[in-house]
């Protein structure tokens, strides 16, 4: 059983930047950052391999930038040009699996999420 705590996260203001941060509590393989919006559904945000490649979802490409340290088993997030609708909790994924994995189904171990509240 993989344990995933987030943390950073907070309010921001439009334009602004923020990271993210979650530490898992031992070796995984593909990991993810998830995000869902009140009243809307669990979306991916990106997704990246114990090797580093990686996804991001259409709404993100070029502002959020998903990174991974493998020997810290810590996955991050850093977050630019933040918009209003990018304001969610923001949930850590893992899963044992070593290929890209984009969707939330397919993730076996999720962490308690963290807010992220972009003001305009």
């Known amino acids: 059983q993989v344990q995933l705590v987030e943390s950073g996260g907070g309010l921001v203001q439009a334009g602004g930047s923020l990271s993210v941060s979650c530490a898992a509590s031992?070796?995984?393989?593909?990991m993810g950052w998830f995000r869902q919006a009140p009243g809307k559904q669990r979306e991916l945000v990106a997704s990246?391999?114990?090797?580093?490649?990686?996804h991001y979802g259409e709404s993100v490409k070029g502002r959020f930038t998903i990174s991974r340290d493998n020997t810290k088993n810590t996955l991050y997030l850093q977050m630019i040009s933040l918009k209003p609708e990018d304001t969610a909790i923001y949930y850590c994924?893992?899963?044992?699996?070593?290929?890209?994995?984009?969707?939330?189904?397919?993730?076996?171990?999720w962490g308690q999420g963290t807010q992220v509240t972009v003001s305009s």
């Open positions: 990246i391999t114990r090797g580093a490649t990686t």
């Open positions: 031992g070796r995984t393989g593909t």
């Open positions: 994924a893992a899963d044992l699996r070593l290929g890209l994995i984009l969707g939330p189904e397919e993730y076996r171990y």
